[in-house]
């Protein structure tokens, strides 16, 4: 084998075909000692076109080809042709080369420090640069070509030159290679998708292609803990904030890593006299990590309230219980920590908090309890310390988005981001930056960090993959969008036009009813000026459109549609993407649905056509989802809302809608005859009837398990559950379910809140249970009532009613007719008495007026009926029987329910007849009251 071109020493191990990154899921760490070396490479240099002709480079300046296509095609090239380089080598130097390229591009738009050397001078052969024009033409396109499904890239992105090389190698010109090369295409594209406006189904595809090569490889534990996490970031940007949160952890359990969210007790404030439980993050790696001599990381600014201390002050006081209830269980190891000054994390640990935080806020970000619950996992970090820049970067960041939305750490919120957005605009500002002044200083808000505050490029990207990093312009607009919620208007307008986010500046305007300042400013990038001075801030934009139209123009046409309700903003955005933008339908769906009237076949074809883009948008599935209930097209909604709860399992609206789609399906097909050659008998499998109800039953348990507070999903339960005939009624759901709704309305709504139908089924299955010797405990003797196991049906109905039903009931009669049942059943002759009476003077007091007053004969009859019931199903029935709760022993005689209960019977009568004499004297009524008179009389 000929020999390869001598390298720097300490490179040689890296272009060893037998190098141990065939192995490994993470590259070694690069660093300028390396990079730079890298970029000079023989191969380097053939790759990227310094040696190719001018007519090929000609194509790149012109912009026929993105200068991306052209290092794509110009690796394939090189790997083909013959030298004295082996393939593996050459492959190990173009991996090599694709890594330096996606590091430095890192470090110049996310990390810092600024890069030593120009990368435009690097990377791009001298025809490419030489000229300003053609240098600018070139990174245009490159950005340009960086638009997918209609979605744009930032287009003043910084060094897009070393993007380029690390997308064309790492993605484009990428075979499979080594995990390790599996590991760059997955992390590049990646990072192009958060370049990107918004996520497009084109790169999660590929994306999630590679995760899923990644998790079946072999790693060690360390590599599968970094792996996990890695995961849930990415899960938790494309919004599977459930399946990030498991990953997260996973992770812990790999890593052996204690923490829990508990309870202690301290004071927050300068003020309180007394501690109270206060929410904390106790955490503890698996190995002991030393403490730096130096923690490493930008100011961590003070909060500086006139109230609130600095951090929480903890004391040795044991929470309540009821502050604990809520909390995570909390092992003896980590209880003994002191929360005052917990030890140190290893900085995977910290990055695995800091994880579980973003995975938190992505959830519910306008939540208060989550945005609680949120804060102690970064100020875990915070207080700790950190040895890595990047790392402790980030934990200010978080906590800096959850202190925004409270008035008493606001201020200390916006500070600490602007200082983390002057920090990184300091450190990533190149020569030919637009961030540099003419003295070329980076213009900064606040003074400009110490030197102390600053760590090399190699600490900052170390654990850059597990972090949920931010672009240095998505960070200022963040900034800005803070400035927006605080009233900062001209702030944020000032770093939206300075960034040149055109779309964001119009939203801002839109935002504060200035819309035609918006569509000014957004007409002056889709259209042409009218008048001679395109730079006059009066002038109007109404000619023909920009050709070429701006990579964004699909949004900014979306944005305009939104301004002035316009479908045909929306188609043209459609058509301008070349029917691949997927907001642009949804959009035009939502324009359909709202307006008069609602346009309902149109906007489900316009969200089936988003779908059709992205397959993985969860919203536009809701959506669609509801337009077909509307529809009445159950089998479509029910497909969609099945699709769903598969992309969010923890939807609980849509598990609910789902079973309402259910429900309106049309019943089972009946299965298909067989017959049986040997004996030619004809049969057919049995057909649930009741298969769609348990269908929507199992998805109405699963809505109510995620919006355990919402009564009306409840009610679909009991409705849906009761609907099951017996034997083959899911009693026990029906329990649970008007169980639930008693206590989340009972309070409000009282008696109302039963559903009467279903309670009396439910005691109707009582008499059905006695049947059966597992429910129940017969007596010796059988004149006894059944004794009733505790735990089942007929135990948990009896509960319901004597704990749940009974406290609730006012006014009505029907609820005290099922009480008297109930004790019937449970041999309660004297309770079931009592509750007749209850139910008698209910019918009473409720047409009373009716009856005896306005002369309703309505209510009369009610009145008559009722006094009959309480006559011959209560007096009549209950009173002679002896009482349940006596001994009687030897010739003793036994004490009755109501040994008076003729005399009883006689004065009811005689009351209603009394109050009734004036109008019903002679009625029909009259003469059935009479009758029963002389039925309880004898006469």
Request: hydrophobic fraction near 40%; charge should be negative; aromatic fraction near 6%.
């Amino acid at each position: 084998m000929a020999e390869s071109p001598a390298f720097p020493s300490n490179l040689d191990s890296i272009y060893d075909a037998a190098s141990p990154l065939k192995n490994s899921i993470d590259p070694i760490r690069l660093t300028s000692d390396n990079i730079v070396p890298i970029l000079n490479l023989p191969l380097t240099h053939k790759v990227l076109g310094h040696d190719a002709s001018n007519e090929s480079l000609a194509q790149v300046a012109s912009g026929e080809i993105s200068y991306t296509t052209f290092v794509a095609a110009q690796a394939r090239a090189a790997l083909e042709s013959s030298d004295d380089l082996t393939t593996e080598q050459k492959q190990s130097q173009l991996l090599h080369l694709g890594l330096a390229a996606l590091f430095s591009f890192l470090q110049s738009n996310v990390t810092g420090p600024p890069l030593e050397f120009s990368s435009a001078e690097a990377v791009l052969p001298s025809a490419l640069r030489t000229e300003p024009i053609t240098l600018k033409s070139v990174r245009a396109k490159i950005i340009r070509d960086l638009t997918l499904d209609g979605e744009a890239a930032y287009k003043l992105t910084p060094n897009p030159e070393l993007f380029a090389v690390a997308k064309a190698l790492l993605a484009d010109a990428s075979s499979d290679g080594p995990l390790v090369a599996k590991t760059a295409r997955m992390r590049t594209n990646f990072l192009h998708q958060k370049m990107l406006s918004e996520v497009t189904s084109t790169l999660q595809d590929v994306i999630y292609k590679d995760v899923e090569i990644l998790d079946k490889a072999e790693l060690t534990s360390d590599e599968r803990s970094r792996f996990l996490l890695e995961r849930a970031i990415i899960h938790t940007h494309h919004g599977f904030d459930v399946k990030a949160r498991e990953d997260i952890d996973q992770a812990a359990k790999v890593r052996r890593f204690e923490f829990a969210l508990t309870g202690k007790m301290g004071k927050r404030t300068k003020f309180q006299d007394r501690d109270i439980s206060q929410l904390v993050v106790l955490a503890k790696s698996a190995d002991e990590t030393s403490q730096p001599s130096e923690l490493s990381g930008p100011k961590n600014l003070n909060l500086d309230d006139d109230t609130l201390l600095e951090a929480i002050s903890f004391s040795d006081q044991k929470p309540d219980e009821q502050s604990l209830a809520i909390q995570d269980k909390v092992s003896a190891s980590l209880d003994a920590i002191d929360a005052n000054n917990q030890p140190i994390l290893n900085p995977v640990d910290s990055a695995l908090l800091l994880a579980l935080a973003s995975a938190i806020t992505n959830t519910s970000p306008e939540n208060g309890l989550t945005r609680e619950e949120t804060n102690p996992y970064a100020t875990r970090v915070l207080d700790g310390g950190s040895s890595n820049w990047q790392i402790y970067t980030q934990a200010l960041l978080v906590r800096s988005r959850v202190e925004g939305y409270r008035s008493r750490t606001v201020e200390r919120a916006v500070l600490q981001m602007q200082a983390l957005v002057d920090q990184v605009i300091a450190d990533t500002a190149t020569s030919d930056d637009a961030a540099q002044t003419e003295s070329g200083d980076p213009t900064t808000f606040l003074p400009r960090p110490e030197q102390s505050e600053s760590a090399p490029a190699a600490d900052r990207l170390q654990h850059i993959w597990i972090l949920n990093f931010s672009t240095r312009w998505s960070l200022e607009a963040e900034l800005a969008k803070r400035w927006v919620d605080l009233g900062g208007l001209r702030t944020a307008l000032e770093i939206y036009e300075r960034l040149h986010l055109w779309a964001e500046a119009a939203l801002c305007y839109a935002a504060t009813e200035r819309e035609g300042k918006a569509k000014n400013i957004i007409r002056r990038q889709l259209y042409q000026a009218t008048g001679p001075d395109e730079n006059d801030e009066n002038e109007q934009f109404d000619g023909p459109e920009r050709s070429p139209l701006p990579a964004d123009a699909p949004r900014l046409l979306c944005i305009m549609g939104d301004i002035d309700k316009d479908e045909k903003m929306y188609e043209r955005a459609w058509e301008v993407s070349g029917e691949r933008y997927a907001r642009a339908q949804r959009s035009l769906a939502r324009h359909y649905l709202t307006s008069t009237p609602p346009q309902l076949e149109n906007a489900e074809t316009a969200y089936k056509k988003s779908l059709h883009i992205n397959r993985l948008n969860h919203g536009a599935w809701f959506a669609l989802g509801c337009v077909q209930l509307e529809l009445q097209k159950w089998q479509e909604a029910t497909d969609t809302f099945t699709r769903t709860v598969q992309l969010d399992d923890t939807d609980g609206q849509a598990w609910s809608n789902l079973a309402a789609a259910m429900l309106r399906m049309p019943p089972p097909e009946p299965a298909p005859e067989v017959i049986d050659e040997t004996t030619g008998e004809v049969s057919a499998a049995e057909v649930d009837p009741h298969k769609r109800k348990r269908e929507a039953l199992s998805a109405l348990q699963r809505a109510a398990q995620l919006k355990g507070t919402d009564a009306r999903i409840w009610d679909n339960v009991l409705t849906v559950a009761a609907s099951i005939p017996p034997p083959a009624t899911p009693f026990r759901e029906v329990i649970t379910a008007q169980k639930r709704i008693i206590e989340l309305i009972g309070t409000k709504e009282g008696e109302k809140c039963v559903d009467v139908a279903i309670l009396g089924m439910l005691v109707d299955f009582l008499n059905v249970a006695f049947e059966y010797e597992a429910l129940l405990i017969r007596s010796d003797d059988p004149s006894e009532a059944p004794i009733v196991r505790t735990g089942t049906i007929p135990g948990q109905i009896i509960s319901l009613v004597d704990q749940n039903v009974v406290p609730l009931i006012t006014h009505s009669s029907v609820l005290w007719q099922i009480v008297a049942r109930v004790e019937v059943f449970r041999g309660r002759p004297s309770k079931a008495f009592e509750a007749h009476e209850k139910a008698w003077r209910a019918t009473i007091a409720a047409n009373a007026q009716g009856a005896f007053q306005m002369g309703d004969e309505k209510p009369w009859l009610e009145v008559v009926r009722a006094t009959e019931k309480l006559v011959r199903d209560g007096y009549a029935k209950f009173g002679p029987m002896d009482r349940e709760d006596q001994k009687v022993e030897g010739d003793q005689e036994a004490e009755l329910v109501a040994k008076d209960w003729r005399f009883k019977a006689r004065s009811a009568v005689r009351g209603i007849m009394g109050k009734g004499k004036d109008f019903w004297d002679g009625t029909e009524g009259w003469d059935r009251l009479k009758q029963l008179q002389s039925e309880v009389t004898g006469n």
